[in-house]
């Protein structure tokens, strides 16, 4: 079974959610930032093919608690169990896929073309659950929870648990009908139990109830004595499973976990539609990386598998068909497919996903142009914390690397995946000038330097002397003394050596800038700090001397102007 349509309406923090999942895979990998409601998603699934009539609802299940306007969940599905097809059943209800469920437009099915049914579950005030098959031509009809149990959907959560006892919504209940053992095997122990008891403590009411007898006329045949009495399904009691003497139920969450899933999958080989909450969860990455290719395996014809996770490692180990980005604003929900017929775009998501996976977990994004402005960033997060105190973490804000001249189209890439995103980038290059432009124009914002400076250049040209020096101990650090006094040599930088450092005299503004030309260059083209940890203690260094720098300096203005963005109040939902 697959799905290939959700709609959900008013359920928990879901006003309303149209969600039409990728033809191209059966691995969905459902991503985003927290409370976007990707689990709501997969419980609203669950619902849809919940094989009883014994679901527990609340008030609170509604969206804001309103009950005035009804939990509506569809699920359109295909691939589903030719028992179904029956005209007495559900073959007059097959619909043609991609058609809305408006009442009026045309889904009859076409000879030699998919077809699909759609499950809706509808939950009024009156808190009573109603599953019914539905489209345009015909008034909906109900479907009974024998033929929903034909629908095998499993669902992995923090219950695992559970699959590892013979109980009423366990997996197990599906490799055999296990009733009549368990009912004839719970029957014979009752009655062992109940003949062998030693209730003799009780029979001192016996004497009791002798008196009462002769009292009031009535007579016992022989002396009364405490019996267990067998009694339909009283005897509470479960069916376990056990390697030797040990419960399955007490293995690891993660081992418990990947035996749920594996009897699931099991349990309707190349069929069954497996949601799996938090994937990651109790798992070592070599096991998830391991299942997630398991997964493709047993996938790769029939069923389908929609997960979530906020793990950058699951996010890595999936390609770009298999991820939907999840967001949620003011209770509308959008999952949005990150491939697109743009292969640039595609190529810079790609990078993004394999080398810094964690931003797809962000709710906003600064785009950096390299590895020194996401290092700059780190420094500018721990100045927000001391000075604010708060984290850039908390307005839901991550970073993602532009990949340096690649930036604007990985940037309008994550803006189409739906991110919140602004732009850090130089001002050394003129021919970028226009497509920054068109990123403001667009209504992104785009945080630069004074022409034609780079960051380090920038940096070098405002920071006092005692920055600079601190700056360039850095690097000195990190390369070597010999190489970097072979770089300031060869620009003509006055410099003096002490104990194992290099001291700088008091500079004119073009020696600082030259300065700053050799650190955004380096030997070889490399760059003094070109890595993230690198640009990190470089942004120390600026936020160290910030009350020293000039107030009309560009740094400071442009990162005054990055605080505003970041410390924006974000429109993510619950």
Not at 272 to 296: Q, T
Not at 436 to 445: D, H, N, P, T
Request: charge should be negative; aromatic fraction near 8%.
């Amino acid at each position: 079974m697959r799905i290939t349509n959700l709609d959900v309406y008013n359920f928990r923090g879901i006003q309303e959610s149209n969600i039409s999942f990728p033809a191209e895979t059966r691995i969905v990998c459902l991503i985003g930032a927290g409370d976007s409601t990707k689990s709501t998603l997969l419980k609203a699934v669950e619902w849809a093919f919940w094989p009883t009539w014994s679901l527990v609802v609340t008030d609170s299940d509604f969206y804001h608690g309103n009950t005035a306007s009804p939990i509506v969940i569809r699920c359109t599905f295909t691939e589903f169990p030719d028992k179904l097809l029956a005209e007495d059943r559900f073959g007059m209800y097959l619909r043609k896929p991609g058609i809305t469920l408006d009442g009026s437009s045309d889904d009859e099915p076409k000879d030699n073309l998919p077809i699909c049914l759609t499950i809706q579950l509808t939950i009024d005030a009156s808190l009573d659950p109603k599953w019914e098959i539905v489209c345009n031509r015909q008034e909906p009809r109900t479907i009974t929870q024998n033929d929903r149990k034909l629908l095998f959907v499993g669902m992995i959560g923090g219950s695992a648990s559970r699959d590892m006892l013979w109980g009423k919504y366990s997996v197990l209940q599906k490799y055999a009908d296990a009733k009549g053992v368990l009912h004839d095997a719970y029957t014979s122990a009752v009655r062992d139990v109940a003949k062998n008891a030693d209730l003799r403590a009780l029979d001192s009411v016996s004497k009791t109830l002798s008196d009462v007898g002769k009292k009031y006329g009535v007579g016992f045949e022989s002396e009364i004595k405490s019996r267990l009495i067998v009694q339909g399904n009283t005897f509470s009691s479960t069916v376990g499973l056990f390697d030797g003497d040990a419960p399955l139920s007490q293995f690891g969450t993660g081992s418990q976990r990947l035996l749920s899933m594996g009897l699931n999958i099991g349990a309707a080989p190349g069929e069954a539609l497996l949601l799996i909450d938090e994937v990651e969860n109790g798992l070592e990455p070599y096991r998830l990386r391991n299942l997630i290719n398991e997964f493709r395996a047993e996938h790769s014809a029939a069923g389908q598998i929609i997960m979530t996770t906020h793990s950058p490692i699951t996010v890595a180990e999936c390609s770009l068909e298999e991820l939907m980005i999840v967001h949620c604003s003011d209770g509308k929900t959008n999952a949005l497919v990150i491939i697109s017929d743009d292969k640039d775009a595609n190529t810079a998501i790609q990078r993004q996903i394999r080398g810094n996976s964690e931003a797809f977990l962000s709710k906003r994004l600064i785009v950096c142009e390299g590895k020194t402005e996401i290092g700059f960033i780190r420094a500018l997060d721990s100045f927000i914390a001391k000075t604010k105190k708060i984290r850039i973490a908390y307005k839901g804000v991550g970073t993602a690397d532009g990949g340096g001249s690649s930036i604007f189209s990985c940037a309008a890439a994550l803006r189409k995946c739906g991110y919140d995103i602004c732009i850090l980038m130089d001002s050394d290059k003129d021919s970028e000038d226009v497509k920054k432009q068109q990123m403001r124009m667009e209504g992104v914002s785009v945080f630069d330097w004074d022409k034609p400076n780079a960051l380090e250049e920038q940096i070098f040209t405002e920071l006092p002397l005692s920055g600079i020096q601190e700056a360039l101990q850095i690097v000195v650090d990190d390369k070597g003394i010999d190489s970097i006094k072979s770089s300031l040599s060869a620009s003509g930088i006055p410099f003096a050596q002490q104990d194992g450092a290099i001291l700088l005299p008091c500079l004119t503004e073009e020696q600082k800038k030259t300065l700053g030309t050799i650190a955004k260059d380096g030997e070889r083209e490399s760059g003094w700090y070109k890595r993230i940890g690198l640009g990190q203690q470089l942004g120390k260094v600026v936020f160290e001397h910030w009350d020293e720098l000039d107030d009309k300096a560009a740094i400071k203005r442009e990162v005054d102007l990055l605080i505003k963005w970041v410390m924006m109040d974000d429109s993510a939902g619950t």
